[in-house]
């Protein structure tokens, strides 16, 4: 894999990462509720699912390639499509993250095992690596290596960007369930979003 084509995978994967979900509030939440400390348990778990679903969609992308070519083409013009309409959708989403400290201690096991099936329960997720494992894939190389690549990169960002939400969350809680302030966020997100997609359908022109 070519370093900027990695580089490239590198920005989206964070943008995709740092985009408030289910994995946001579940951080976000066991910061306010147990401090950065205990919640590393929950973002392994996080990303105990989020390689699930990598080694899923990796297979699949795979067998894609090794059998059609046009078919591997049009679901990378799908996945421009979807990364465009999730940014309209992430700019029109005013929400806050709902993140409730619990009131009921729980172990570092469970918090493991209840973020391992956050993840796995998130079909956003592995329908999102559906839409961008392909973008940055060389159907003429080596389908492995570049699926281990995408995949450790992705759940190292991940996980960085989950404890930065876990630290932030035990640090600024009351900001970060503010309405408006998420509101703000979302838009950002949505732009980041859309300008992926449009980028990718350039690139491709």
């Known amino acids: 894999m070519d370093y900027h084509v990695w580089f490239a995978y590198v920005v989206t994967a964070i943008v995709f990462s740092l985009a408030p979900g289910s994995g946001t509030v579940n951080s976000i939440s066991n910061g ?13 778990g996080l990303q105990i699912g989020l390689a699930i ?3 899923l969609v990796g297979a699949g992308i795979g067998a894609l390639v090794a059998q059609s070519a046009l078919a591997f083409s ?9 990364l465009i309409w999730l940014g309209i959708q ?5 929400e806050s993250v709902s993140a409730k400290a619990a009131h009921e201690s729980r172990s570092a ?3 493991l095992r ?14 999102f690596l559906v839409a ?3 973008q940055f894939i060389d159907p003429a190389g080596d389908q492995f290596q570049q699926l281990m690549i995408l995949g450790i990169t992705t759940v190292v960002i991940d996980s960085l960007v989950m404890l930065g939400y876990t630290s932030l969350a035990s640090q600024m809680g009351r900001y970060i369930r503010s309405d408006r302030v998420m509101g703000r966020i979302n838009k950002v997100f949505g732009s ?3 300008g992926c997609g449009a980028l990718l359908a350039a690139a491709k022109s």
């Open 114 to 127: 209840s973020a391992v099936l956050i993840n796995l329960t998130n079909p956003k997720s592995i329908v």
């Open 192 to 194: 980041m979003f859309v």
């Open 32 to 44: 306010l509720s147990y401090g950065t400390r205990k919640s590393l348990a929950a973002i392994a």
């Open 109 to 111: 096991g469970q918090l």
């Open 74 to 82: 049009v679901i990378k013009w799908v996945g421009v499509v979807y």
């Open 132 to 134: 961008l494992f392909p």
């Open 53 to 55: 679903h990598i080694v």
């Open 90 to 94: 992430k700019w029109r989403d005013t």
